[in-house]
């Protein structure tokens, strides 16, 4: 009888400790996943803070760089999330869409490093530009610009991009 109480006190014992451990468990999980988005977008809003004072800076190339190697770790990741677990067909199409003005970019400034040849790949399944498509973006501009073709809106809005990177000749004008 002393047996079977001692067995049923340390089942019970590890049964406390397992529903313990459960609890502080998912706790300390759901803190980390509330904490975890915060701390990104710091980390992006600290980036941008960089590649905007560096643009300011008129540090052209340094701000280009590190722009572009953060849209290389963005398609890396996808790349990586995309061979554990595919999209839906409708998440890929939205995805996809979001994708096209990368694709477009590093059509004119190839996709350098270890992560290339898997950044390439998902890119050329990427649907491209369409060429009937009227498009005012940034990156359509400067497409538009690599493939000479040039039109007013472009050089307009170039030269507009230009005078607000400039920094202000009386430092204490906005």
Known sequence: MKKLALIGLFIGGIGAAAIAGFGVGARWSARMLMAKPSVDLAFNAA????WAAE???NETGSAIAGLENAMDVQVSTIVRWDEVLPLDKKSRQDRDRFLTPVKVYRESYPVIGSEAARINALLATIPGRSPQSICKS?????DDLHHGIVSSNSALRTGAIIETNRLPSNPSSP
Not at 47 to 50: G, I, L, P, R, V
Not at 138 to 142: P, T
């Open 47 to 50: 980036q941008e803070a960089e």
């Open 138 to 142: 940034g990156v359509c501009r400067l």
């Open 55 to 57: 643009l300011r800076l």
